[in-house]
């Protein structure tokens, strides 16, 4: 144990520089975040995630964020296990019809002000699991989405790179 | 081959490369006997219109059949009745086909929670129930109990489903599972599919195993239709699924340590899994190697540059694994969590037919890629590793030996791998024919069944191999404390989409 941790002293870090943001993303954002709630935010944006039918690839680079490469606290960027905790939602999946009711429960159980960042192909437009007797489809069908991280599944720099985007669009005046 | 002979049926052609034989209500029932009686082992069990199968295997020998019902009345006599373990998948055909499995000791429904707005999607389509019913959980008696609902909403980043603890104190008496949350219909998206969108499709079943499936749909498919992928792709194939395992086991081992508070195994353990997930990025061009294993072939060779960076990979994690084994090992208030915790006895493993870690954890020794076995791993060797205490430390100890396995076949796959083409047209217009596919991800092993007809999938089944753990994660964690089952649960890891499909 000694070593590893003696290592972790005296190597290098393995976090990288941040991606850059998405400027068009950034507009779209600016416009949804009032002075109000970018003041009461400060430099720091809970998120609690919600998997609404996800065949969980993006759940696993999600995870990746919190690895000593992307290192997403350094950012004022942490994940929380309430959504009373949280200031974003961030959701995967085509949201399934057996996942909806408990999708909306944790929106409404969100504070505001708040976000909801939906993730991959399937938040965007249903992806492959469009047209399912099983599926609702479309994220902004069933919520309010402000910002869309697309792939399938995103990587996890893409992913920061659209949370960084979010963050900056709060701290804007 | 004895077993299709010991089945008295009508067996059916182009049915590759295990035979498929319809029998009668008493065949059925008596197949259901031979389960029962422990002499085979249930490898799914799943619906179409007007019938059901189940394919079943037979120890040691690992041969394989799948045997068929007709159910003109629309029942079939219950194998859940005589054998457990298949209870849910009776539940869950039920849901879908509306059909009636005769005997069915729990009705419950099991995938249909009422929201779909039809019932019966893949049989009749009938309007749904007027509304959806209260999930009457099973009765627990006592002094003192106490329930815990937790989810669908878990509290950290992982899928939904609910689980209902009744504990005495901290000690778990009953835990039950209701899954089905993340049902996408993934079945019903099949019918009519063409090959291609269909691969796309089972590579999305479980994103953590979207190799193994992509995999196992290939080689269903290249059976229905009597094609042999290159001895490139194969390889190719099996150094994908190694490198699958690998992040899986080093993502798993991280998470059991840090439900133990442990965090610094979590630390190392994700930078080993960020490394060959960047490793697959920069092999096949895509972190969790999506898409990568097509029907044929590979879609994507490997370049000269990934050989490189898959050696300095090995080498990485040859330096840094063993300590990292030796943390876990030596570290006393780490062994306390996990061994003599949530022990699965070595009966219900072999009853479910348990497969990966959680069966080879408690004795039973069974891997797809060793029998019945399919290229290339009939050309390169490894070590099956296997345990008897079952309990989260044997699980844990699985994955570690899995790992070493793995590094040793990457390497092999690396020396010989043939030169070549990656794959083969897939002429599929106007064919038919059906397959089954049957490979080890690193959960366990995935079934994938298909009907080809005219070119298109007419029906295609995923068995995840949770639907065998699931049951037997509700059975280990009795008589634990509720602080436990995290690293019970992790310890299984299963999964939910690819069980609720």
């Known amino acids: 144990m000694r070593r590893t941790l003696f290592e972790s002293l005296v ?52 995870h990746a964020l919190n690895n000593a490469f992307y290192d997403l606290e350094r950012f004022g960027l942490r994940f929380v296990a309430s959504p009373r905790h949280a200031d974003v939602l961030m959701v995967t999946g085509p ?28 938040a965007v437009d249903g992806g492959i699991f469009a047209g399912s007797y099983a599926c609702c489809g479309r994220l902004s069908d069933v919520v309010p989405v402000d910002l869309y991280i697309p792939g399938c599944p995103p990587s996890p720099k893409a992913l920061l790179s659209g949370l960084l985007t979010l963050l900056k669009s709060t701290e804007a005046s | 081959m004895a077993l299709f002979e010991e089945i008295a049926g009508e067996r059916i052609g182009g049915h590759r ?8 209500e008493d065949g059925w029932r008596a197949v259901a006997a031979e389960l029962s009686a422990g002499r085979y082992a249930l490898l799914g069990l799943w619906g179409d219109m007007g019938a059901a199968h189940m394919a079943v295997l037979v120890e040691p020998s690992a041969e394989i059949a799948v045997v068929t019902v007709e159910c003109p009345q629309g029942r079939f006599p219950s194998v859940g009745a005589l054998h457990p373990p298949a209870i849910r998948l009776e539940r869950a055909l039920r849901d879908l086909y509306g059909l009636d499995p005769s005997g069915l000791p729990d009705t419950r429904p099991w995938l249909d929670l009422g929201f779909w707005g039809v019932r019966h999607p893949l049989g009749d389509r009938t309007d749904p129930a007027p509304k959806p019913l209260a999930y009457a959980f099973l009765p627990t008696e006592g002094e003192s109990l106490h329930q815990i609902p937790v989810g669908p909403v878990h509290a950290g980043i992982i899928e939904p489903g609910h689980f209902r603890f009744t504990a005495n104190g901290e000690t778990v008496v009953r835990l039950e599972q209701r899954l089905g949350y993340v049902h996408k219909g993934i079945e019903s998206l099949m019918i009519g599919a063409p090959l291609d969108k269909a691969a796309r499709l089972a590579g999305r079943t479980s994103g953590d195993s979207t190799v193994a499936y992509a995999f196992a749909f290939a080689r269903a498919v290249e059976a229905a239709l009597e094609i042999e992928p290159p001895a490139r792709a194969a390889f190719l194939r099996a150094l994908m699924a190694e490198l699958e395992r690998l992040a899986n086991h080093f993502g798993d081992i991280g998470a059991i340590c840090n439900d133990a508070s442990f965090a610094m195994m979590h630390a190392q353990c994700g930078i080993l899994r960020e490394r060959v997930l960047r490793a697959a990025d920069v092999c096949f ?29 090995l080498q990485d994690v040859r330096r840094v694994f063993p300590r990292l084994v030796d943390l876990y090992d030596n570290t006393a208030s780490l062994q306390d969590r996990t061994a003599t915790t949530g022990i699965l006895p070595a009966e219900l493993a072999r009853q479910f037919g348990a497969g990966g870690y959680v069966g080879r954890a408690s004795g039973r020794a069974f891997d797809a890629r060793k029998r019945p076995g399919y290229a290339p791993y009939d050309q390169i060797d490894f070590d099956m590793a296997v345990f008897d205490r079952g309990d989260v ?34 002429r599929s217009e106007g064919r038919s024919g059906e397959g089954m596919g049957f490979v080890e991800g690193f959960r366990g092993d995935v079934l994938v069944w298909l009907r080809i007809e005219q070119g298109c999938v007419a029906r295609c089944h995923l068995r995840d191999p ?19 089952f995290p690293l019970c649960n992790k310890s299984f890891n299963c999964s939910y989409s690819g069980h609720d499909l």
Not at chain 2, 17 to 24: E, Y
Not at chain 2, 466 to 481: D, R
């Open chain 1, 11 to 62: 190597r290098r870090p393995l976090t990288e520089a941040p991606p850059a943001t998405d400027d068009a993303a950034l507009a779209e954002l600016a416009a949804s975040l009032d002075r109000a709630s970018r003041r009461r935010l400060g430099r720091s944006l809970s998120i609690r995630e919600v998997d609404a039918g996800s065949c969980n690839g993006c759940e696993l680079e999600i």
């Open chain 1, 95 to 122: 949201v399934t019809r057996n996942m909806r009711e408990a999708l909306e429960r944790t929106y409404n159980a969100t504070p505001d002000p708040k976000w909801v960042v939906g993730v991959g192909a399937c």
């Open chain 2, 17 to 24: 490369p295990w035979p498929r034989i319809v029998v009668g």
């Open chain 2, 285 to 313: 061009g895509h972190r969790l190697m999506m898409d990568c294993v097509v029907p044929g072939g590979v879609g994507h060779d490997l370049p000269v540059a990934g050989v490189a960076h898959l050696h300095e990979l």
């Open chain 2, 393 to 426: 430390n044997a699980r844990v100890w699985v994955r570690i030996r899995e790992v070493e396995q793995s590094l040793n076949l990457i390497e092999q796959i690396l020396r010989r791998l043939p030169a070549g083409p990656i794959s083969i047209a897939v």
């Open chain 2, 466 to 484: 949770s639907w065998f753990q699931w049951p037997l994660l509700e059975a280990v964690i009795e008589g634990n404390i509720v602080a436990d």
